[in-house]
């Protein structure tokens, strides 16, 4: 199993990254993923997430609005569009694996090594 994030960098407050995931090894058309991030010297949060299908999704209520998860499973690619940038954002960025199809229950069984994401002016 693989997941590589990408798409990170250095943004001013109010902008716009988009973030990418690339899968491998697994189907990836077969499970719900998740973007969640940590901030320097803080725990995990979880930021979004989307069914097998790209059907439903959901938002933490920080981002709601403003973020937008999004899947090609033609690609094996997740992706994570943020809008509007925040200086208090600034994180890295990891896409998660559901062991599951659907996001009624959040769960992880694997991890990408994630993306670097800074919003400073």
């Known amino acids: 199993l693989q997941l590589v994030e990408s798409g990170g960098g250095l943004v001013q407050p109010g902008g716009s990254l988009r973030l990418s995931c690339a899968a491998s090894g697994f189907t990836f058309s077969s499970y719900a993923m998740s973007w969640v991030r940590q901030a320097p010297g803080k725990g995990l949060e979880w930021v979004s997430c989307?069914?097998?299908?790209?059907?439903?999704?959901n938002y933490g209520h920080t981002v709601k609005g403003r973020f937008t998860i999004s899947r090609d499973n033609a690609k094996n690619t997740l992706y994570l569009q943020m809008d509007s940038l925040k200086p208090g954002e600034t994180a890295v960025y990891y896409c998660?694996?559901?062991?599951?199809?659907?996001?009624?229950?959040?769960?992880?069984?694997?991890w990408g090594q994630g993306t670097q994401v800074g919003v400073s002016s």
């Open positions: 989307i069914d097998s299908g790209g059907r439903e999704t």
């Open positions: 998660a694996k559901d062991p599951d199809d659907g996001i009624g229950v959040l769960e992880y069984d694997f």
